[in-house]
């Protein structure tokens, strides 16, 4: 099993373009979450997705949109990249108590 | 979710016991208490969690207050590979979100 697989794992956008963060998982979860890390901090919760076809906000989910296509796939939208959209993204499943984190998307945006 | 504490930095001998303090005064009687673990620039990984009894896995054993107020995680036998920042989180059990504070970076030295 590939557990959570992420792509792409470096981008650099400009300021105003848009880029699709990929996010899978093989393990038959109902829950998937996309989180951001800065640097310094913990993670922080952009939108998860509870069961197939639903989504919800969480912490941060200002400048991005998700997309729950099946079971298995949870995509991050930037529709217009900003430089305080510079982090580290995080995809995470879950069944029951123990999620799995994929190895990250690491985006700069100049 | 209840908020906790950590210390922000800790060290700890290689082959020595780490114990780590999470301080979670106001947690609920539903929530359990989460351990994660962050090595280097990696997605979180689950390391174990309890209610109120103490847990042991193959990783770490936990061990919870009787008024469940604080908790500390213990690795037995540090090694250089311990070397994370260490997330306590307490949360209600099932597919809810993770919250993350800022953990405690435990440097294992040689």
């Known amino acids: 099993n590939a557990g959570v697989t992420q792509t792409p794992k470096f981008q650099v956008l400009k300021t105003g373009q848009s880029m699709t963060l990929q996010c899978a998982q093989d393990?038959?979860?109902?829950?998937m979450y996309w989180y951001r890390q800065d640097p310094g901090m913990g993670l922080r919760l952009i939108y998860y997705?509870?069961?197939?076809?639903?989504?919800d906000k969480g912490e941060v989910p200002n400048g991005y949109n998700v997309s729950r296509l099946n079971k298995r796939e949870f995509s991050l939208r930037l529709e217009s990249a900003a430089p305080s959209q510079t982090s580290v993204y995080f995809c995470?499943?879950?069944?029951?108590?123990?999620?799995?984190f994929g190895p990250g998307t690491r985006l700069t945006v100049t | 979710d209840a908020k906790t504490t950590q210390p922000p930095s800790m060290d700890c001998a290689e082959g020595r016991a780490a114990n780590l303090p999470c301080n979670h005064s106001?947690?609920?009687?539903?929530?359990?208490v989460y351990w994660y673990r962050q090595i280097h620039s990696q997605g979180p990984q689950y390391i174990i969690h309890?209610?109120?009894n103490n847990e042991t896995n193959e990783m770490a054993s936990l061990i919870i207050t009787e008024d469940r107020k604080s908790s500390t995680l213990i690795l037995p036998h540090a090694t250089l590979r311990d070397t994370a920042v260490y997330y306590c989180?307490?949360?209600?059990?099932?597919?809810?979100?993770?919250?993350f504070g800022k953990g405690t970076r435990l440097s294992v030295i040689a």
């Open positions: 997705s509870a069961s197939e076809g639903t989504t």
């Open positions: 995470a499943s879950s069944e029951a108590n123990e999620q799995y």
């Open positions: 393990m038959n979860h109902n829950s």
């Open positions: 989180i307490v949360r209600v059990r099932g597919n809810t979100p993770l919250v």
């Open positions: 309890g209610l109120k």
């Open positions: 106001t947690i609920s009687g539903n929530e359990y």
